[in-house]
T-cell receptor, first 110, second 113 residues
């Protein structure tokens, strides 16, 4: 099955700086790559996703890039704010089931 | 609030027991997914139902079973519980299948003593 890995496991950034989280996947047939944000005590929430026919997608301060040849994709958060502190999960899918990475704890230091 | 509801919020039980977790999807969503979240394994896909039928199966143990009812709510049954089953169990729902966004509920925290 699909195997998704995330790096780094914990990331601390100063408020206003950028944060980048990288994920790699194993199944070259995967074609859908969502990112979820999980705040303490809540379920994961989709923040951005990308299909395999697109290399980059932006939504305000958040962007995702996909390199299908290398089988990796990244989440970029610019101008980080304290409310960006959370656990971020990447996932990969080729049909219905999502295979999640183990998550990154992002801490934004005011 | 995602619109997905899960009950109960917390559940404490003993080894060997059986519990039922309940999920109500967002209005209009036909798919329900169950996930297990533990510290060492992360988010693991267990099973998906679409309009009452099992659609996809993941790393679900034989001691676990699920079903989706005609009103589209779903139940996850966990039996012969072991200490290692202690985890957060999430339900998610989506309109259809494939690339539809999955909306997660707040989860049920299961503690097996």
């Amino acid at each position: 099955g699909e195997n998704v890995e995330q790096h780094p496991s914990t990331l601390s950034v100063q408020e206003g700086d950028s944060a980048v989280i990288k994920c790699t996947y194993s199944d070259s047939a995967s074609n859908y790559f969502p990112w979820y944000k999980q705040e303490l005590g809540k379920g994961p929430q989709l923040i951005i996703d990308i299909r395999s026919n697109v290399g980059e997608k932006k939504d305000q301060r958040i962007a995702v890039t996909l390199n299908k040849t290398a089988k990796h994709f990244s989440l970029h958060i610019t101008e980080t704010q304290p409310e960006d502190s959370a656990v971020y999960f990447c996932a990969a899918s080729k049909r219905d089931r999502l295979a999640f990475g183990k998550g990154n704890q992002v801490v934004v230091i005011p | 609030d995602s619109g997905v509801t899960q009950t109960p919020k917390h559940l404490i039980t003993a080894t060997g027991q059986r519990v039922t977790l309940r999920c109500s999807p967002r209005s209009g969503d036909l798919s329900v997914y169950w996930y297990q979240q533990s510290l060492d394994q992360g988010l693991q896909f267990l099973i998906q139902y679409y309009n009452g039928e099992e659609r996809a199966k993941g790393n679900i143990l034989e001691r676990f079973s699920a079903q989706q009812f005609p009103d589209l709510h779903s139940e996850l049954n966990l039996s012969s519980l072991e200490l290692g089953d202690s985890a957060l169990y999430f339900c998610a729902s989506s309109v259809g299948t494939g690339w539809d966004e999955q909306f997660f509920g707040p989860g049920t925290r299961l503690t097996v003593l």
